[in-house]
């Protein structure tokens, strides 16, 4: 992939919202409305397209930056993010999250809130910032890429029928249970060690998702990867590294060899299961890995608090817990009304 930012041209108030209809758990029936009450009276065109199969967001994407648009959205998980991110790689065209997936990795490390409306401020604000993004043979991540247990978990976790959380708990303990670790090479910044791991996490930023913490300390614009190597243990062990993940001190632990690189090769002995950014998929037994620095632009929130073990976890997590008591009591309430009112209907958005 090659590092050269592309200029964008034509009209520079063009936005274009790419929703994924069927990411993640929540329900995206109003959003292209609400983009666009909050766009368009400031003198936006917002232009609203919606996937429908693999690979749509890429495609959507590349035409808005062929066309000059200043900013594309993506409405759906870190799949969608994904896909959308690889088209605008290298131009000037700029990434706005909506966060709307299961684990929405890369918009909690960036300290977009898990909120549309809030999202759209993030936006609105125009704090536009030049991040790094990584490549694993040329594809593209932007989050998270991983091998072993991850990976085995990530393609588990995909054939399950239910998504959230709790589905994705449930795939980690019974992946756990049969899962087999395995031995690495790895080269980078000049040494090379070989290593039997239970799984390998190369980050360009911190979290896989849902709060778990891999890289509690990753920045997307340092132009170095966080590459987390964590071997082997028992059950207690496991159980250790599981609240070590989610309170932010993996690094601390006795089982984890972290470092940071701006480049890495990993050689395993054949290829096999992967994952980038949790869509899983089938790689090679060797793996150049690669991070660019400030190739794509993203919205960001104008300032974001450092991480803090512990401190960090829990405030995000009373943060979700106080979103998701405010988004069921917003349904009771809708729902009460539509009741007392059988004529007041809300139509889907397309």
Not at 64 to 69: D, I, L, M, P, S
Not at 90 to 102: D, H, M, Q
Not at 143 to 162: E, I, P, Q
Not at 186 to 209: M, P, Y
Request: net charge neutral.
């Amino acid at each position: 992939m090659e590092d050269n930012i592309t200029p964008t041209t034509g009209h520079d108030r063009r936005l274009m919202l790419i929703i994924n209809p069927i990411s993640g758990t929540g329900n995206k029936k109003g959003v292209a409305e609400m983009v666009r009450e909050r766009f368009e009276p400031a003198g936006w065109q917002v232009d609203v397209r919606v996937t429908a199969a693999r690979g749509d967001a890429t495609s959507l994407a590349a035409e808005a930056v062929e066309k000059g648009y200043y900013g594309v959205l993506a409405c759906g998980g870190d799949g969608t993010v994904n896909e959308t991110a690889r088209a605008l790689a290298n131009s000037s065209t700029a990434l706005g999250i909506l966060p709307a997936g299961s684990g929405n990795g890369l918009a909690r490390h960036l300290g977009i809130p898990m909120d549309i409306p809030m999202a759209l401020d993030i936006i609105e604000a125009d704090n536009v910032v030049a991040s790094d993004f990584g490549t694993v043979n040329s594809r593209p991540f932007f989050c998270t890429f991983g091998l072993g247990f991850d990976a085995a978990v990530s393609h588990r976790f995909a054939r399950r029928r239910r998504r959230g959380l709790l589905s994705y708990v449930s795939s980690t303990i019974s992946e756990y249970l049969q899962y087999r670790p395995q031995t690495y090479t790895v080269s980078a910044n000049g040494k090379i060690l070989t290593e039997k791991a239970f799984l390998i996490a190369v980050c360009n930023a911190s979290q896989w998702g849902n709060n778990a913490y891999i890289a509690p300390q990753a920045s997307i614009t340092d132009g170095l990867l966080d590459i987390t190597i964590v071997h082997s243990g028992s059950p207690i062990d496991a159980a250790v590294m599981g609240m070590d993940i989610f309170t932010g001190y993996i690094n601390k632990n006795t089982m984890v060899h972290s470092f940071r690189a701006p480049a890495a090769v990993i050689y395993r002995s054949r290829g096999g299961e992967a994952h980038i950014d949790g869509e899983p998929m089938v790689l090679d037994n060797i793996l150049d890995i690669k991070c660019h620095r400030g190739r794509l632009r993203i919205f960001t929130p104008d300032s974001r608090q450092d991480f803090r073990p512990i401190i960090t976890p829990v405030r995000e997590m009373l943060r979700d817990a106080r979103l998701g008591l405010h988004h069921l009591f917003s349904r009771h309430i809708l729902a009460h009304l539509s009741a007392d009112d059988p004529s007041d209907t809300f139509s889907p958005e397309e």
